[in-house]
């Protein structure tokens, strides 16, 4: 599926259902605060996809100072970031000048606008029965391949923690270099799970501790 935002009003199928993890993010073409964007565009690198419910509102300003802040962390791991909301390209550019007077902070990353709410829609960052368009807090964490390996969702009055998802595409890419899984609150640097064993033999070669073993440092 394709949506387009630019010049005609989204389409997207009654029947669609929003990405889960493993499925194939929904494509579309947007005008940003950095011209037009496509998803398809980032396929190569990640992809920190997020919506906010609208400008100039106190939780949304103080994520966005966040990833600001944390752009270079995101951009050493090749991964983007790219933010959305329902807003209008005037508000995006009113609000990041905002920013930047208040914080001393410039938005390097681009901010789709959606007044047609089909790419939020698409998303599921609004549910087929709203009543208000202010999309929650919805985060993609998108592979090279254009593949959604992990999402978060946050109600309206709760920010989210712009360490957590940077942790979270660390051990994403921990996981897909070397075939392992990372326990609770991992790092780069700490141990990480050996994979469980298979077989009888396996496991009683493994002793008692078989299906919770760190290795590594």
């Known amino acids: 599926m394709s949506i387009e935002t630019s010049g005609t009003p ?13 499925d194939a993010a929904p494509n579309f073409r947007a005008r940003t605060t950095m011209g037009a964007r496509t998803l398809a565009a980032y396929r190569g690198r990640w992809l920190v996809f997020f919506s906010h419910p ?10 966005f100072v966040a990833f600001a802040r944390a752009h270079e962390a995101f951009q050493a791991l090749d991964c983007d970031l790219l933010a959305l909301s329902v807003d209008s390209l005037t508000s995006h550019l009113a609000w990041q000048h905002s920013i930047e007077q208040r914080f001393g902070v410039r938005v390097p990353f681009p901010i789709v606008e959606d007044p047609a709410m089909g790419i939020a829609r698409a998303y599921g960052m609004l549910p087929a029965e709203a009543t208000s368009s202010a999309t929650v807090r919805t985060t993609f964490v998108i592979d090279p391949e254009g593949i959604v390996r992990a999402l978060i969702a946050y109600p309206l009055t709760v920010g989210r923690s712009v360490a957590e998802i940077l942790r979270l595409v660390k ?17 780069p640097g700490e141990p990480v799970l050996a994979n469980p064993p298979l077989t009888s033999d396996e496991v009683g070669a493994c002793g008692a501790d078989w299906y919770y073993r760190l290795e590594g440092a």
């Open 10 to 22: 989204a389409v997207v199928p009654s029947t669609a259902c929003p990405p889960i993890i493993g």
């Open 171 to 187: 051990a994403l890419q921990a996981s897909d270099a070397a075939d392992i899984s990372t326990p609770e609150g991992w790092q």
């Open 54 to 63: 609208a400008d100039f509102t106190p939780v949304c300003t103080s994520e």
